[in-house]
């Protein structure tokens, strides 16, 4: 049906919030069409009058005096399901980059694992990809959602470069390193020196996983594990102290007083531990 100006739809920032913001670029391009053309083309999709899709169509018809269409779902879905159609009708757009891809897909699968374990497979067959992707996409999608929306949407659109890795470990930084970090485009260049740091860390967490797993297999010999069996317990408690230990001391954040070149603040080593981060956001 044609939208009648004088009619203002309403804007749910949840609803928003599930696909990215514009670049400024995609918002120029869309305005200068919408104008052109002298009407949004595509119609508004809406639900109990809120809008679901077509935010930025919305607000160029509202800036310009220009009309658009909408078009509603169903009034009796809820809203989960609204936010499941957000998600599915994305996944379906042609012109999203690989990210947004894998972002959507994860979500999908994320918002609908109660479904049952036959989920992953069909997401799987649709994109073409494994299981295995679909839930590396779940983990990806789970960790972009612990970021800033600004941080979030800036990778998504490409405007800030960040691996599967980058997006994890940005995720555990406050909102205030994340936004320097896609401020430099670059997220990986912004977290080496740092992932650096605490790649000793892991890998000695690691060296102490593998000593308890042959300390377990040692002990079920009758004959060559037979000592190291008594010994068992007080062992693997003296491993699981040292893996505890080695992970609070994980370097991870750059000091925010000296900005990485060493300070009282932090010891003189440039970095916060994540016992140091834990205990401020406590």
Same mark, same amino acid.
């Given at each position: 049906? #044609?939208?009648?100006?004088?009619? /203002?739809? &309403?804007?749910?920032?949840?609803?928003?919030?599930?696909?990215?913001?514009?670049?400024?670029?995609?918002?120029?391009?869309?305005?200068? =069409?919408?104008?052109?053309?002298?009407?949004?083309?595509? !119609?508004?999709?809406?639900?109990?009058?809120?809008?679901?899709?077509?935010?930025?169509?919305?607000?160029?018809?509202?800036?310009? =005096?220009? !009309?658009?269409?909408?078009?509603?779902?169903?009034?009796?879905?809820?809203? $989960?399901?609204?936010?499941?159609?957000?998600?599915?009708?994305?996944?379906?757009?042609?012109?999203?980059? !690989?990210?947004?891809?894998?972002?959507?897909?994860?979500?999908?699968?994320?918002?609908?694992?109660?479904?049952?374990?036959?989920? @992953? /497979?069909?997401? +799987?067959? $649709?994109?073409?990809?494994?299981?295995?992707?679909?839930?590396?996409?779940?983990?990806?999608?789970?960790?972009?959602?612990? %970021?800033?929306? $600004?941080?979030?949407? @800036?990778?998504?659109?490409?405007? +800030?470069? *960040?691996?599967?890795?980058?997006?994890?470990?940005?995720?555990? @930084?406050?909102?205030?390193?994340?936004?320097?970090?896609?401020?430099?485009? =670059?997220?990986?260049?912004?977290?080496? !020196? %740092? +992932?650096?740091?605490?790649?000793?860390? &892991?890998?000695? #967490?690691?060296?102490?996983?593998?000593?308890?797993?042959?300390?377990?297999?040692?002990?079920?010999? @009758?004959?060559?594990?037979?000592?190291?069996?008594?010994?068992?317990?007080?062992?693997?408690?003296?491993?699981?102290? *040292?893996?505890?230990? %080695?992970?609070?001391? /994980?370097?991870?954040?750059?000091? /925010?007083?000296?900005?990485?070149?060493?300070? =009282?603040?932090?010891?003189?080593?440039?970095? %916060?531990?994540?016992?140091?981060?834990?205990?401020? +956001?406590?």
């Amino acid at each position: 049906m #044609v939208k009648e100006l004088s009619t /203002e739809l &309403r804007i749910d920032m949840g609803l928003q919030a599930t696909l990215r913001d514009l670049s400024g670029d995609e918002m120029s391009s869309l305005e200068q =069409n919408i104008v052109s053309a002298g009407r949004a083309i595509d !119609p508004i999709i809406t639900w109990q009058g809120l809008i679901v899709d077509g935010h930025h169509r919305y607000s160029v018809c509202t800036k310009h =005096n220009l !009309p658009y269409t909408t078009l509603p779902l169903p009034e009796e879905w809820t809203k $989960e399901e609204v936010k499941d159609w957000i998600i599915d009708h994305q996944s379906g757009r042609r012109n999203l980059a !690989p990210q947004e891809v894998s972002y959507y897909r994860g979500k999908m699968f994320n918002t609908n694992k109660s479904y049952g374990e036959g989920l @992953a /497979e069909r997401l +799987a067959a $649709e994109g073409g990809v494994s299981v295995r992707t679909v839930r590396n996409d779940g983990k990806y999608a789970e960790a972009m959602d612990k %970021l800033d929306t $600004e941080v979030r949407d @800036a990778i998504l659109s490409g405007d +800030a470069t *960040a691996s599967r890795d980058d997006v994890e470990n940005l995720s555990q @930084a406050p909102p205030e390193k994340q936004k320097k970090a896609v401020k430099q485009r =670059n997220v990986r260049k912004v977290l080496a !020196p %740092l +992932a650096d740091l605490a790649s000793p860390y &892991r890998r000695a #967490v690691l060296d102490l996983q593998r000593i308890k797993r042959f300390v377990d297999e040692t002990c079920l010999d @009758a004959k060559v594990g037979r000592y190291l069996a008594t010994k068992q317990t007080r062992i693997e408690r003296c491993l699981q102290e *040292a893996t505890d230990c %080695l992970s609070q001391c /994980e370097p991870t954040e750059t000091c /925010e007083d000296c900005g990485g070149k060493g300070c =009282n603040s932090c010891y003189g080593t440039g970095f %916060l531990n994540r016992a140091a981060v834990q205990s401020r +956001a406590n």
